[in-house]
């Protein structure tokens, strides 16, 4: 079972908030390959009167065994937000996955040779 962290910088998580952001998560476990120990989720809110009309940050950090994976996107809303990192989460850990399966396969070619 995977761990969800959720912290928030300036503004107070909502149970709804934190149950939707624990349900995006479960989606990381889909990688079968990517045993996930830990995800934190980290929410912060620009409160500043800016120009700029992104007004929300998620950071996802992603425990998987000897490496630690971030993703941060920024939204106009947090639920929004929250769906578009756990999809570059996804994305992300797929990467580092072929990674892992391209050096597996190019190390066994050289060793047959």
Not at 18 to 29: P, Y
Not at 47 to 54: D, I, P, V
Not at 59 to 80: C, H, M, N, T
Request: charged share 35%.
């Amino acid at each position: 079972m995977m761990n969800v962290i959720v912290q928030a910088k300036s503004l107070k998580v909502t149970r709804a908030l934190r149950e939707f952001i624990q349900r995006q998560s479960r989606k990381l476990e889909k990688l079968k390959d990517l045993k996930v120990s830990k995800v934190t989720v980290y929410l912060e809110q620009d409160t500043r009167k800016s120009t700029n009309t992104k007004k929300v940050s998620v950071k996802y950090s992603i425990e998987v065994p000897g490496k630690a994976l971030w993703v941060e996107i920024d939204g106009y809303d947090f639920y929004d937000a929250i769906v578009d990192a756990t999809d570059a989460a996804l994305r992300k850990m797929r990467q580092n996955k072929e990674k892992k399966t391209d050096y597996r396969h190019l190390s066994q070619k050289t060793s047959l040779a």
